[in-house]
């Protein structure tokens, strides 16, 4: 990528980007570092205060930048896969975070089953 893209990457005061990624991934990876960029107060809280995970144990996390390619593989060689259900043309979107959410609530191994269906028909 371009210098000028990077720097205005860098320039950025967020704790999580996505570059052709969603940036809550960084949330399921225990390595990257999500939440606000430090040195926010409560009576200037732009993106927030305070971090979670940071496995890597870095003593100043400032942010995950986390990039994708522009088009997924398999979906770049139109052997199109199920889309994640947080895209807007996921068809079964809304009925999968739904069953997503009620397993949050109350987890049991007996609802994984339908939230992979819902997941592969969207």
Known sequence: MGDDF???????????????VWNAVAFLLPQCTWGAFPGHTYNDIQSGIGIVHNSLMFDKPEK????????TLPRALNLAPPKP????????????????????LNPSFLKLPGIFISALKG
């Open 64 to 71: 995950t930048v986390l990039y994708g390619p522009f088009r």
């Open 85 to 104: 259900p947080w895209y807007v043309t996921n068809k079964t979107g809304s009925n999968t975070l739904r069953k997503i959410t009620d397993f949050a």
């Open 6 to 20: 990077e720097d205005c990457i860098a320039d950025l005061k967020y704790g999580a980007i996505g570059i052709n």
